[in-house]
């Protein structure tokens, strides 16, 4: 007996199930959505088996209060058969799931489901099902799919001639077929750029893996890679033990090198790889990995060893001729010890001063490595910060007594640094009120001195100390008040006051040598009141064109004159530019060693223009000093100030400018003049474009002589980068530096890439050179290929035998 219902809608919450992974249980779901559709229609009384096994067979929870809707053009109560069946225009949807059909049929006696007619599912995530027919048993431990299609929402693809589903745990896909490319628009038949094809595919939940039988990786339709064989982890599991991508690389001093790792993933939050690369020429690398996440952050420990086995064929003027025995430890770690305060290290040992940098072995393979453990906290605008802090220098360079030519002795150890900032959150006598302590103990073995001529204190204008050897701690606390007041002419004033006062404690060797100029090591104090006016008369207009802001400003500090100056080391004060960027700060050195006195002005303007696309910024002025010591006129340690522009009473010219137009140009210009004729002392250009077709900056840079620098002549660079889109997905890049006083290209390189939505490939040669010689430092070979969701490929040769 038949009878049929017409133009069904039904409502009815069932806790049927949900979905698994893409592709790997596309079976499952299907089956899941038509039998909970039957059972909304047909009132099986085994609804409740539904109901509990929903995130146990499909491995994601679905909502059991959620409203499942069936519709379809007629629903058919077959009573011969014992069947159920939806018939056109299936749509059953289901927490967030939704499947379309043709026909949708469930057998009572048998326990099978099946879907007919160009079957859909739609995922929550976004992932695409196709199929033409898809037929399941009603407990979801078996099932055969026709014609399977994936479009998954990350833009991958799947599809196979068909697939079954075997005792609940195993999927097999017949003849599946995997890309991540988009088939082409006019030709969606047309093969992708890359896929993989393979007989036999077979996704076994049970063990999480994933295997491959007569498999092929094929480019633009053709085959170019044949495996019998393999297997990897399911995609759907981030974390599974098992053997790593192999690597191979080549250097002439290390010779072919072939590496393997294994990881284990021991639980779900630690884990260990091992890894060993084999040198045709240097022997056995061994290498480990421990990494432990913990609730509240993170550590690793990695160790690397090897037993040189030809040290002789590396360059005999390199450090790693000398060494058999190699041993490296790195650490690093950070963790959250509540929401306001975070601990962490970074941290290497090896047993010579470039191991790591030669094999590349560990996070910190660079030649400036620093080691440090530290504490910050941070709450609202108020910072404070505690470190330890050593330096390391990787070089591999010796001199003929086979003496290391390094700079490690020469690098400071900072026993600690501490900076704290605090502001206070109202308002005091209506302005606000910062505090600000720093302090920095520093030592280092040996004295670093440059143009050193072997007499005693600063009888040489070009000999700087930029380290003086052992220990030294200054430290600094100072207070801040600034205010705004705008008058009723629209003026606007602010006034400051400012406070400092700092200790230097020196403990430093070979006094009155020539490698430490010093004569005392007696404690220092020295304080500096400054009071400060900025008056800004800002005027604002409009035309048919642009909305313009003109600001003339004038600023007058008025403070003591600095004190001690050469007396103690400058650690962090030693750079010195002056432009428009800085012309009106109170204090124009970097750091705390020094810090401006004197009475000074600076007056200058700002001006702004914005119009239709883009907008034009300009700031200019001039310093003035009025009164007491000019710190910028007074030697240093390291010279930090002269040839600034700012050891005049009246200071160099600075100006800066930045255009930007809406055609993605744009254009940079800043100078400083000679005050008396204008002459350029240091002057930056820079032009930039981005749009589609075209990525470029043009650079150039002039520094005029400063002797007191050990730089006797002038400085002039143009630099430029640029890539150019020669086709939709070609382009060519390329780059150039070029040292105009000595007339030498310093370095330059030139590629060609390839980019696409599942697909990309870069080509590059690179070479640099000594400034002054031109003669060639290094030459490379980069290539890269990537693929979508498989991977990315990075191999550089040195054509050199250089790192």
């Known amino acids: 007996m038949i009878s049929v219902d017409h133009s069904v809608r039904v409502a009815q919450r069932k806790g049927a199930g949900s979905w698994v992974r893409p592709v790997a249980r596309s079976v499952a779901f299907a089956g899941g959505l038509a039998l909970a559709g039957a059972l909304c229609a047909g009132g099986w009384p085994g609804a409740a088996f539904a109901q509990s096994s929903g995130e146990e067979l499909f491995g994601q929870p679905v909502d059991p209060d959620a409203q499942m809707l069936l519709e379809a053009d007629r629903l058919i109560h077959d009573n011969d058969d014992d069947s159920i069946t939806a018939d056109g225009n299936v749509q059953i949807a289901y927490d967030g799931y939704t499947l379309v059909a043709e026909r949708v049929t469930y057998y009572r006696t048998s326990g099978r489901v099946i879907a007919q007619g160009r079957v859909e599912i739609v995922e929550p995530d976004g992932n695409r099902i196709f199929a033409e027919e898809i037929d399941i048993t009603d407990d ?13 929402a990350e833009n991958t693809r799947f599809a196979a001639d068909s697939a079954e589903r075997i005792d609940g745990d195993v999927t097999v896909f017949n003849n599946g077929v995997y ?54 982890a399911d995609p759907a599991i981030r974390r599974k033990s098992g053997l790593l991508i192999p690597t191979i690389q080549f250097r002439e001093d290390l010779g072919v090198g072939v590496t393997g790792a294994y990881f284990f993933n021991l639980a779900p939050n630690y884990d260990l790889t091992l890894s060993g690369s084999y040198y045709t020429n240097q022997g056995f690398l061994g290498q480990a990995e421990w990494r432990h996440r913990l609730h509240n952050g993170a550590y690793n420990l990695h160790i690397a060893g090897i037993h040189q086995q030809s040290p002789g064929d590396f360059d005999p003027s390199t450090y790693d001729r000398l060494e058999q ?4 430890v790195q650490t690093s ?7 306001r305060w975070q601990f962490g290290w970074q941290w290497l040992w090896q047993s010579d001063r470039n191991f790591t940098r030669t094999y590349g072995v560990t996070s910190q393979a660079n030649v400036d490595v620093t080691n440090q453990v530290y504490l910050t906290g941070l709450a609202g605008k108020n910072h404070f910060d505690v470190r330890t802090q050593k330096f390391l220098v990787q070089e591999d360079l010796i001199d003929s007594s086979n003496d290391l030519l390094n700079r490690q002795p020469k690098q400071a150890a900072l026993l600690p640094l501490v900076d704290y900032d605090y502001i206070a959150k109202a308002p005091v006598a209506g302005g606000q009120l910062s505090f600000n302590f720093n302090t920095a103990s520093v030592d280092r073995h040996e004295a670093n001195v440059v143009d050193a001529d072997g007499t005693i204190g600063l009888q040489s204008n070009s000999e700087r100390f930029y380290g003086v050897t052992g220990p030294h701690t200054r430290s600094s606390a100072e207070a801040e008040w600034k205010s705004n007041l705008i008058t009723g002419g629209g003026l606007v004033v602010t006034p400051s006051l400012h406070g400092r006062v700092d200790g230097i404690w020196m403990d430093t060797a070979s006094l009155g040598s ?40 004038a600023q007058i500090f008025a403070g003591t004159d600095e ?7 400058n650690e962090d004060a030693q750079s010195m530019v002056f432009g428009a960027t800085n012309l009106f700060s109170r204090n124009r050195f970097s750091g705390y060693d020094r810090i401006e006195g004197g009475v000074r002005a600076n007056v200058g303007f700002r001006y702004s223009a914005n119009f239709a696309g883009g907008a034009l910024n300009v700031t200019a002025g001039q310093s003035f000093h009025l009164a007491g010591r000019n710190s910028f006129a007074q030697r240093d340690l390291v010279n930090a100030g002269l040839e600034s522009g700012l050891e005049t009473h009246q200071s160099d010219y600075v100006a800066g400018a930045q255009l930007t137009v809406g055609s993605g140009l744009t254009m940079r210009l800043s100078g400083r003049f000679d005050e008396r004729d204008l002459a350029v002392r240091r002057a930056e250009a820079s032009l930039s474009h981005s749009s589609r077709e075209l990525t470029t900056t043009v650079a150039y840079s002039f520094i005029d002589a400063q002797p007191n620098y050990g730089f006797t002549t002038d400085r002039h660079e143009i630099s430029g980068n640029a890539s150019v889109r020669l086709t939709d997905r070609w382009r060519a890049f390329g780059a150039l530096t070029f040292d105009v006083e000595n007339g030498n290209v310093v370095s330059d390189s030139i590629g060609l890439a390839y980019d696409d939505s599942c697909f990309s490939f870069s080509l590059a040669y690179s070479e640099s050179r000594e400034a002054y010689t031109g003669n060639q430092t290094s030459q490379a070979v980069t290539f890269n290929i990537g693929l979508r969701t498989i991977g990315n490929y990075d191999y550089k040769y040195a054509l050199d035998n250089t790192n």
């Open 333 to 339: 770690g950070q963790f959250e010890l509540n929401p």
């Open 140 to 152: 979801f431990s078996d099932g055969f799919v026709s014609a399977l299609r994936v479009e998954a």
């Open 179 to 232: 890309t991540a490319c988009e088939p082409c628009k006019e030709n969606p038949d047309k093969p992708p750029l890359w896929q993989i094809r393979a007989a036999r595919v077979v996704v076994n939940n049970r063990i999480q893996r994933v295997s491959y039988e007569d498999a092929r990786f094929e480019l633009f339709g053709r085959p170019i890679a044949y495996l019998a064989r393999f297997s990897h």
């Open 514 to 553: 020539a490698a430490n100029p010093l004569m005392s090591n007696e404690s220092i104090y020295r304080a500096m009141p400054t009071a400060g006016l900025e008056i800004r008369f800002p005027m604002v207009g409009n035309d048919a064109y642009a909305s313009h802001l003109f600001e003339p400003i």
């Open 325 to 328: 025995e190699r041993i490296a």
């Open 563 to 569: 004190t001690d100056i050469g007396r103690f080391p």
